[in-house]
């Protein structure tokens, strides 16, 4: 028993805690900077001031992980983030493939309580920083839950809030709403009419309860919604709510200090959205449906952005510029929304795409004016109209990761995170990044601080792409339908395909690349090509041409409902089949049309199919389009960019294997395998159906030989990195991997370490 007498005002339970790094905010950006940090040795506290992890994605707010796949919308092929969101989005593809965000939290929920060196506080609100001499020193935090306030110190901090609650306190540079156009040269900054802030969304959930369901709405739901809501000829009873992301307000008031208010305006919006569907007699579909749950915060898009070293900038994405300090990527669309929102007349959103990916700069990552304080998440350094593509998840958590390991490196090298941009540090950050499978652009760390490559190097096989089997079926030109070939330097061969013709006609083939060889935007014609064919034709034969330097060639079949060409059941890393046309939640036409002088660029969209479609398109041709050699083990980038940069097995080598042997032995403790999870598929956390819970291009199998002697085992990998401890106490003069694709499908790898 506890009996307090009666005195005078007692202090709360205080709780000091001092630390490498503090990370302000627990959504998915500030997770993966706090697990990074904590994977290279940095004690880090997280604070969240919300019962679970996961921001917008978590059960909370429920809305789908989203980055530079774009939903498989756009041309940005094998774009899919890599290193601890690619872990995440992995693992909820293999744990939940119904999409449950509940068991998303969970995941998260497991991934920090793996790291030692990790604490962190959930529930609990930042509402205090002390700064001195352009560092913050400590922040002060409450958790209602158990009444107590921490004292938190730390060398640096994060701030990954969303809102920028730490930025504020700190006295960090920041800005809120949109640029003029002339600031940044910046033709797609929005007026007063369109609005300069986008708003909140809030979420609902329905279910099928199998027999009627009555609902009697509150009295808080709006009233006469196909008067008030311009928009709502869209609702769809069979979405059940959640994919309406357009039920959006408030981005012409504070969506910070008056993000109340707009939560309550969009629960009324929702729970007379939900009347609606269930009593105006429209939805007999509906009958059966009851509304299982609604969103008790919204999810925020925008609020404030701090300042940087540098603002990235509508031509930094459309021009895909490279900056020496992009460490990260992105490839959403630019995607602005009016601030009316749900109310307006205009259409939900402003979508206009570049013709590949665009590279995110560090320097756009920590403070110009607070020395010690990483800017995270959707608050990185960007103009308005830059924001519009770097907001989305996905990306916000590669950013993360890059900030956890620039502050594992400011920590072992002594100096604040602007000195990181000295060459060498800043090699060392990239090289860091890509050991951990975060894809940093147009870098190749499989060179640095690997000792593979001072092994003699030998595989069972190498295959030759030569063919692919007609062991799929037919597809019909319904739509011009494409293969993307990887061509080496310098190749002239004929290409020949099978063809099922169902009547006299006359078929068009178009043969295209992208102007930038890292991109898979088919703006260049290089051939064209008219094919007669009757029913007794059973293949065409192409010529192929390759220029000086090696990229993808679109081998593109246009629309003919007379025609089939055969179809190939195999899987193969860096080859997939894209189809011309839109996709409905993104890319809604066949072309991009930009409006004059609105500084984006016009283009076709060639978009994939989702499995269990979209097989390749079968093939033979005269003679190797490219070699999977074993050199790619030790070089290039650790996926597909502009050729597949992978080693593979050849078709029929029944036990892939490779060998490294170092004469005089070497000491090291980790071999790292890196291996294709099928970067092209957007693995969205929730509401999106996957055809395969593992991944179909994975090494599903491993065994690890050391020195004669088998050291690891791996039966049921569903990741995209195998890591293997190896012995400490001998020399190591043989390595052994024996590989396995349980799905039938060839044995790839992408690229080994040996550290």
Known sequence: MIIEDASGPRELNIESISVDLVVVGGGLSGTCAAIAAARNGLKVTLVQDRPVLGGNASSEVRLWILGATSHGGNNNRWAREGGIINELLLENQFRNPGGNPVIFDTILQDWVSREENLTVLVNTSVFHAETNDNNIRTINAFNSQNSTMYHISGKFFADSSGDGVLAHLSGAAYRMGSEDTVEFDEPMAPGDDYGKLLGHSLYFYSKDVGKPVEYVAPEIALKDIPTLIPRYKNFNASEQGCSLWWIEWGGRLDTIHESEEIKTELQKVVYGVWNYIKNSGNFPEATNLALEWVGTIPGKRESRRAEGDYMLRQKDIVEQIEHIDNICH???????????????????????????????????????????????????????????????????????????????????????????????????????????????????????????????????????????????????????????????????????????????????????????????????????????????????????????????????????????????????????????????????????????????????????????????????????????????????????????????????????????????????????????????????????????????????????????????????????????????????????????NTQGHPVAVLGIRVQ
């Open 330 to 740: 992105g490839g959403w669309s630019i995607d602005l929304h009016p601030a009316d929102g749900v109310y307006g007349s205009e259409g939900g959103c402003n979508q206009y795409h570049a013709k590949g990916v665009f590279g995110i700069p560090y320097r756009c990552m920590y403070s110009r004016n607070i020395d010690n304080l990483f800017i995270n998440g959707r608050l990185l350094s960007a103009s308005h109209v830059a924001f519009g593509s770097t907001r989305v998840m996905a990306t916000c958590s590669t950013v993360g990761q890059a900030i956890g390991t620039a502050a594992s490196l400011c920590i072992e090298e002594g100096v604040k995170p602007r000195d990181l941009l000295q060459a060498e540090r800043l090699n060392s950050l990239k090289c860091k990044l890509s050991e951990a499978g975060h894809y940093v652009p147009k870098y190749d760390s499989l060179s640095a601080s690997n000792l593979a490559t001072s092994a003699w190097l030998s595989v069972s096989s190498e295959l030759l792409l030569q063919s692919l089997p007609h062991n799929g079926g037919w597809k019909k030109l319904s739509q011009s339908y494409a293969q993307l070939l990887p061509i080496s330097p310098n190749q002239k061969n004929m290409l020949t395909v099978p063809v099922n013709v169902l009547d006299s006609t006359e078929l068009k083939v178009e043969i295209r690349k992208a102007e930038k060889e890292q991109n898979h935007t088919p703006e260049m014609l290089v051939e064209q090509y008219s094919f007669p064919i009757t029913k007794e034709d059973k293949e065409i034969v192409i010529p192929l041409q390759q220029g000086e330097s090696g990229q993808y060639l679109f081998v593109c079949f246009m629309e003919n409902t007379k025609v089939e060409v055969g179809l190939s059941n195999t899987l193969l890393t860096g080859l997939l089949s894209v189809k011309q046309g839109g996709l409905e939640k993104v890319s809604t036409t066949s072309r991009q049309e930009a409006p004059v002088g609105f500084g984006v660029d016009s283009f076709d969209f060639w978009v994939p199919e989702r499995r269990p479609e979209g097989q390749n398109i079968a093939f033979e041709s005269t003679q190797p389009l490219y070699e999977y050699s074993k050199k790619n083990l030790l070089m290039g980038a650790l996926r597909p960019t502009s050729l597949p940069n992978a080693w593979a097995a050849d078709f029929s080598d029944p036990k892939p294997t490779l060998f490294l042997e170092w004469p005089e032995g070497i000491r090291a403790q980790q071999l790292t395998i890196y291996l294709d999870c099928d970067y092209d598929h957007p693995l969205e956390s929730v509401q999106y159906h996957h055809d395969d819970r593992v991944m179909p291009h994975l090494v599903h199998a491993c065994k690890v030989v050391c020195n004669n002697l088998v050291i690891k085992s791996v039966l049921d990998n569903h990741q995209g990195l195998i890591n293997v401890s190896l012995p400490d106490d001998e020399l190591i003069k043989k390595l052994a991997i024996q590989l396995t």
